[in-house]
């Protein structure tokens, strides 16, 4: 579910089926409050609730009434958190209610009025958060090995400091941040924290040289068959240890895949080199003259077209034979990399002449082959499918795809005018494994606001809203996941 966003402006005027499209006097970006829409007892997907049920011991009924508890409760919280400003000393969910810590009675009496238990202390929510950036701008003074991180802990109004095995480094932390002692809790714990990493198409990865992930596939990712072989270990961009080839083939095909440890996760991503990804939706084998782009760690996201199948190269090495090629551009380093045509996989790099200063012919193996000839799965985020149709019944249906963090505004980028009171209908269909959430917006004179919202974290939402004549827009926000959706909308 979406937790903030930014609003974008209404777009092109276009009429679309059954809603009629008019434009406000003016159409401005802002940013918008939070929906204040009532938790539904099917607020969580069956797979959250199953979840829940196994890790917190709940039954079905249980695991429901908490999310809708808890939601209530964690929207009042941060009502009061605003409401009550430097007063507000943080708010905690217990087993039957929202505490909220204040620093003075009348604050609490406030807390009171809103249905959440008061508990006064002598620090504020700010007071603790200055402490506690003290000790961030200090930490170059906490040894990792035996100090693995400080938080604030509202519900004992103090910082807690963690110590792994003798107390004495953190103690000394402490002192050198210059913080008030006495706000400070030293806790010993056997937390040794270490970061995750994510495998995405395209990135740099070490064995001695260096070459380019092509694709993640299920416990891994797939690369060229000369950048090692059966049995090299690898490290990642950041020279982390991250797998073994466990198997490779060149020549006669150039193809491989490593197997990563688990501190990397596959994603199903591609770096663009524009500081964002591009999802993988399948692995569509495009057409000869089809346009494709490629990501490698040295020339970044370059692009071409599809000239010819099953070419035989013949390299110092040995030949490889059912090699695609490209007019698109490469150099030593890309090798490994992934190539694209849209959302659909089609290779890894091969190998190439020229450069990318004065243009060259590159070829990549085809992926399909390598994932036959060594059982993979291919990661996908769903987006290459047909858009869902789950949703039936609406005057109109609008269709899309969508990248994790984005929004898309229906109908077609733009709104639609409704003359008359009456109740707005939205129901949003994604594919299987993200999240997606559905806003109704409402035009104000000035900007867009929300209105109303459904943001469970599954990917099909519905909601239904009775308001005034009005310019009203539908979003679709992809808090997790990419890929295609389809949307029905009835207006009054």
């Known amino acids: 579910m979406r937790r903030s966003f930014a609003a974008a402006a209404a777009a092109v005027l276009l009429p679309v089926g059954a809603l009629t499209v008019a434009a406000p006097s003016a159409?401005?970006?802002?940013?918008?409050?939070?929906?204040?829409?009532?938790?539904?007892?099917?607020?969580?997907?069956?797979?959250?609730?199953?979840?829940?049920?196994?890790?917190?011991?709940l039954t079905a009924h249980q695991a429901r009434t908490r999310v809708v508890r808890?939601?209530?409760?964690?929207?009042?919280?941060?009502?009061?958190?605003?409401?009550?400003?430097a007063a507000y000393a943080g708010g905690?969910?217990?087993?039957?209610?929202?505490?909220?810590?204040?620093?003075?009675e009348a604050a609490a009496h406030r807390v009171r009025a809103a249905g959440a238990k008061p508990t006064i202390v002598s620090r504020s929510a700010a007071a603790l958060d200055r402490i506690k950036a003290t000790l961030d701008r200090h930490a170059t003074k906490a040894p990792a090995a035996s100090v693995p991180g400080w938080y604030v802990d509202v519900a004992t109004n103090s910082v807690v400091v963690l110590a792994r095995g003798d107390a004495r480094a953190a103690d000394a932390f402490v002192r050198a941040?210059?913080?008030?002692?006495?706000?400070?809790?030293?806790?010993?714990?056997?937390?040794?924290?270490?970061?995750?990493?994510?495998?995405?198409?395209?990135?740099?990865?070490?064995?001695?040289?260096?070459?380019?992930?092509?694709?993640?596939?299920?416990?891994?990712?797939?690369?060229?068959?000369?950048?090692?072989?059966?049995?090299?270990?690898?490290?990642?961009?950041?020279?982390?240890?991250?797998?073994?080839?466990?198997?490779?083939?060149?020549?006669?095909?150039?193809?491989?895949?490593?197997?990563?440890?688990?501190?990397?996760?596959?994603?199903?991503?591609?770096?663009?080199?524009?500081?964002?990804?591009v999802t993988v939706a399948g692995s569509t084998e495009a057409a000869v003259g089809a346009a494709v782009c490629r990501s490698g760690s040295t020339t970044g996201w370059r692009c071409g077209s599809i000239q010819a199948k099953n070419q035989t190269v013949n390299y110092a090495e040995g030949s490889v034979s059912g090699l695609?090629?490209?007019?698109?551009?490469?150099?030593?380093?890309?090798?490994?990399?992934?190539?694209?045509?849209?959302?659909?996989?089609?290779?890894?790099?091969?190998?190439?002449?020229?450069?990318?200063?004065?243009?060259?012919?590159?070829?990549?193996?085809?992926?399909n082959?390598?994932?036959?000839?060594?059982?993979l799965t291919l990661r996908t985020s769903g987006g290459g499918e047909p858009p869902p149709t789950g949703c039936t019944g609406y005057e109109s249906t609008y269709t899309g795809s969508i990248s994790q963090g984005q929004s898309r505004y229906q109908p077609n980028g733009s709104y639609y005018y409704s003359s008359v009171s009456g109740t707005h209908r939205g129901c949003l269909d994604g594919p299987t494994g993200?999240?997606?959430?559905?806003?109704?917006?409402?035009w104000n004179g000035s900007t867009w606001v929300d209105v109303a919202g459904a943001y469970t974290p599954s990917p099909d939402e519905t909601l239904s809203y009775t308001g005034t004549a009005g310019y009203y827009r539908f979003e679709v926000h992809a808090y997790s996941g990419s890929g295609s959706y389809s949307l029905g909308i009835t207006n009054p």
């Open 92 to 104: 905690w969910l217990t087993a039957d209610s929202l505490v909220v810590a204040v620093t003075s």
């Open 177 to 277: 941040s210059r913080v008030d002692p006495s706000a400070v809790r030293v806790v010993t714990t056997t937390e040794t924290p270490r970061t995750y990493y994510d495998v995405r198409g395209g990135d740099a990865y070490y064995m001695g040289g260096r070459c380019s992930v092509g694709f993640s596939v299920t416990g891994g990712f797939v690369t060229a068959g000369h950048c090692g072989t059966t049995g090299t270990a690898t490290q990642g961009y950041n020279q982390v240890a991250q797998g073994t080839f466990r198997g490779s083939s060149f020549p006669g095909n150039d193809y491989a895949w490593v197997q990563t440890n688990s501190n990397w996760t596959p994603q199903p991503w591609v770096n663009n080199y524009s500081g964002g990804n």
């Open 324 to 367: 695609t090629r490209t007019n698109a551009c490469a150099e030593p380093g890309d090798s490994g990399g992934s190539w694209l045509a849209g959302q659909q996989a089609q290779g890894v790099t091969s190998g190439g002449s020229g450069n990318c200063s004065v243009g060259g012919t590159t070829y990549f193996q085809p992926v």
């Open 27 to 57: 159409a401005a970006a802002s940013d918008v409050p939070t929906p204040r829409v009532a938790a539904a007892p099917d607020a969580a997907s069956s797979a959250m609730l199953a979840a829940m049920q196994r890790d917190l011991g």
């Open 434 to 442: 993200v999240d997606f959430d559905l806003y109704l917006q409402k």
């Open 70 to 85: 808890d939601e209530k409760g964690s929207r009042t919280d941060a009502a009061l958190r605003r409401s009550l400003g």
């Open 369 to 375: 082959e390598i994932l036959s000839a060594y059982g």
